[in-house]
């Protein structure tokens, strides 16, 4: 008999008003008990909702049968059999709307809490493995270049490699990961788990170049030249949008790529690190999505007294994770929402001393269907801070675009890209947030999946 109980099992966290001082860990993660009540919530339907929603369709009731008969291992080989990171999916895939917002238990309470054991499954394969399993792979002799090491890269050089091809990724930073290592600050995603996949994939022989800017370093004319018979772009979205008003480039204001890979790739809050820590007393941060929740909560564990998210909507539209605006307020960040940046104001020193922001109130819906915040005449008002974090988005960085004939992007600066992944350029290929714009995690690896078994398919008709 499932068990019937409304609530998802608690998954044990650290206590906000400790956590915000470090950079630890935020959810500890299941127990094996708690993972045993979590999964004889499931009800293993015969119509399977949850494996549609989601985007690499991982045979979940069959994961979550397994965890009930005691079988962790077996779960591991089910989830991996269609998901290659499943301890990172496992900590920031959005499955509110995702697979659980499919999952019939939410009907009638909480949807069974299919990413907390997607976690469990994970750490606990990583905790017990003794040493990697030895995958016996027959090249083919046929080479791939990929360029970014983000979800998107590593998904398609793990398909491609898995497949005998000879798989080279190039990385333009110094640490291999994307977004996953450079963005997602470690207390919600530990580095030492990305290092591991990466270290997975180099062990299955693909070659990672790192300090690698392709169209810098080499062009992708050259990798051709030197014998790569297909590259996939996953170069993702890195390009910061600004807000275009007076007083950005003033001193303390940063864009959220700059600040978080500061504190993430850079290591600027631990001891030992040559890159200068941001010292801040009262910080903005503009923006409603993971990425500004990522630079406010980052803001507070370095030390600021008050950190403040400017949003011009409201809560409704917030488009963050709500797991993480419910720990972002406990934390203590204080949301300033249907309020809209108009001035960054400085001293005599040229450094920020206060934003200063217009009220706004919803209209009518607009073109993303969301309702237009207006503004309110004659409500300016200014709140004192001295540093200023711009979150309002990214596009993708034009380098590869402006540096290789035949490939086109829209107007958004993004890659174009059929549903098979293919460019406008024969022998190449691209996904994840380098076509679709910022997005997540799991579309980006569903791209990089989609694209692989494009580029076999490509070589072997060319053979
Ligand atoms: P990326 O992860 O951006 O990787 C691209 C890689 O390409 C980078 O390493 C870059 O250095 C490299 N590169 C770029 N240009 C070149 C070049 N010319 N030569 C060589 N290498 C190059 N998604 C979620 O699902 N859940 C979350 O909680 C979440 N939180 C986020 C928090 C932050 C702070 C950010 C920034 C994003 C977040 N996202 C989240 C979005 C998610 O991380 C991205 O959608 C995903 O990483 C995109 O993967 P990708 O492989 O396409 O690109
Ligand atoms: Fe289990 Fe929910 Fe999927 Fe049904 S929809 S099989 S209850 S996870």
């Known amino acids: 008999m499932p068990n019937m109980d409304k609530n998802k099992t608690a998954m044990p966290e650290q206590e906000p008003m400790i956590r915000n001082k470090n950079f630890q860990e935020v959810s500890l993660g299941y127990t094996e008990e708690n993972a045993k009540i979590e999964a004889s919530r499931c009800l293993n339907c015969k119509t399977k909702p949850c494996i549609e929603g989601c985007p690499v369709n991982v045979r979940i009731p069959e994961f979550i049968a397994k965890i009930n008969e005691g079988n962790y291992e077996g779960a591991y080989e089910v989830l991996t059999s269609t998901n290659s990171l499943p301890a990172v999916c496992g900590r920031v895939c959005p499955q509110e709307t995702q697979c659980e917002e499919k999952c019939v238990r939410g009907l009638k309470g909480d949807p069974v809490g299919i990413g907390r054991l997607e976690r469990f499954v994970a750490d606990w394969h990583m905790a017990h493995q003794t040493a990697p399993k030895k995958i016996d792979i027959t090249k083919n002799g046929h080479k791939v270049a990929v360029i970014g090491s983000g979800p998107a890269g590593l998904t398609c050089a793990g398909d491609l490699a898995l497949a005998g091809y000879e798989v080279t990724v190039f990385e333009s930073l110094h640490e291999a990961g994307g977004v996953l290592i450079y963005g997602i600050p470690e207390f919600r995603l530990p580095k030492a788990i990305v290092k591991k996949e990466v270290g997975r994939l180099e062990n299955m022989g693909i070659t990672v170049k790192r300090d690698a800017v392709i169209g810098r370093s080499i062009t992708v004319d050259e990798l051709f030249?030197?014998?790569?018979?297909?590259?996939?772009?996953?170069?993702?979205?890195?390009?910061?949008?600004?807000?275009?008003?007076?007083?950005?480039?003033?001193?303390?204001?940063?864009?959220?790529?700059?600040?978080?890979?500061?504190?993430?790739?850079?290591?600027?809050?631990?001891?030992?690190?040559?890159?200068?820590?941001?010292?801040?007393?009262?910080?903005?941060?503009v923006g409603g999505g993971n990425v500004a929740m990522d630079s406010a909560r980052c803001a507070k564990r370095l030390g600021a007294e008050n950190v403040y998210i400017i949003y011009r909507r409201s809560m409704d539209e917030l488009p963050a994770r709500k797991e993480e605006v419910h720990h972002a307020i406990e934390e203590g960040i204080e949301f300033k929402l249907l309020n809209n940046p108009v001035k960054i104001l400085g001293d005599e020193n040229g450094r920020v001393r206060a934003i200063e922001c217009v009220k706004m109130e919803l209209g009518e819906p607009d073109a993303s269907g969301r309702r237009r915040p207006v503004p309110i005449e004659g409500s300016n008002f200014a709140i004192d801070v001295d540093t200023v974090v711009i979150a309002v988005g990214t596009s993708p960085n034009p380098l590869i675009k402006s540096t290789t004939k035949g490939l086109e992007t829209n107007k958004h600066g993004c890659l174009i890209a059929d549903e098979a992944g293919k460019t406008t350029r024969e022998g190449i290929y691209a996904g994840g947030d380098a076509v679709t714009g910022a997005a997540t995690v799991i579309l980006a690896m569903g791209a990089g999946k989609t694209a692989a078994e494009s580029i076999i398919k490509y070589i072997s008709e060319k053979k």
Do not use: H, W
């Open 225 to 285: 030249e030197s014998g790569f018979e297909a590259v996939f772009i996953g170069s993702g979205a890195g390009l910061p949008e600004f807000l275009r008003i007076e007083g950005e480039s003033l001193l303390g204001v940063y864009s959220a790529n700059e600040y978080l890979t500061r504190i993430n790739l850079m290591k600027s809050y631990q001891a030992g690190y040559d890159t200068p820590a941001v010292k801040s007393k009262c910080v903005a941060v």
